[in-house]
């Protein structure tokens, strides 16, 4: 019977058999794929390998920008004085930058105070006692205000510099910065990179599945012949894909927990010699759901294409 002859009836009389020919296509493709383990699973894991490397890079990414997330980053500049400056200047330079409205507040670092911090660091007592003078100038760090923007913080700097006694101007924060444009560029570096598997993955099904559709050519001239619609015929094939896409995905995501598995201990070893209290991100609930929602629409994809490009060389010939 025509699917055009069971759709002018009610869709209470025609929707159980439509069911029952989507459950029979799904359970005859399943089989077919049983019959045939090694390329299946071969198949699976192709799937696999193709979203679980852009989705563990991904994890990793989200992972380090939640760490660099925690990390305070208060406009800061220290001001190197020069060598003519004596504690009575800085301590007045230091009362003159307060009093600017960018500036949050200005801390004063004599230069005995920082040669005490810099043996303490590197116990290089011996060799600085050595030395005829203190070589570390006086140095003033000043704190701008959280909500300043970066403009603000580039005409300071510039201020700054202009000022007298000031011998340099360093942005403490400057590596803060670079960071978290280099976790940006990361980040667009994955998604190109996933951007590019998820293609590779749907060429390579589709080249699968089309072999398969080949394989089967009378059977879709049979159907033909009897009157059945190109959505019917298509329909087997769309369900392979689907178990190809639902088997990979699940195998893809079996491979990220087993991969984070691998570096959780490391990892949130490395975390508590920093004395940090960030543990490694697990996928959770919503990277396996994603994985197989992706392979799924991969997989489904993949098998359209193949079946739309064999009936198009039928209708030709």
Known sequence: MKISLLRERPLWRWWPVWLLQHQSAAASS???LQERPLSTFMTWLLVALSLALPASLLLTVNNLNSVTSHFERPPQFSLLLTEQMDLDDATHLQQAITNWPEVARVKLIPRDEALSQFIALTGLNPLLES???NPLPHTLLVSL???APEKDSTLLAKRLESSNGVDQVVLDTLWMIRLEEGLRAASRWVL???AMMLLTTVLALGNILRLTVVARGDEILVVRLIGGSSA??????LYTGLWYGLGGGALGAVMLWLFCGWLAGPVNALFIL???QQRL???GIHYPLGLLAVAVVLGWIA??????RHFRQLDKQ
Do not use: D, I
């Open 30 to 32: 399943w089989k077919k």
């Open 131 to 133: 030395l005829p003078r």
């Open 145 to 147: 205000h959280n909500t």
């Open 192 to 194: 190109a990179v996933g």
């Open 232 to 237: 019917f015929a298509r329909r087997p094939f």
């Open 274 to 276: 920093y004395e940090s």
């Open 281 to 283: 991100q697990w996928p």
């Open 303 to 308: 098998s359209w294409m193949a079946c739309e």
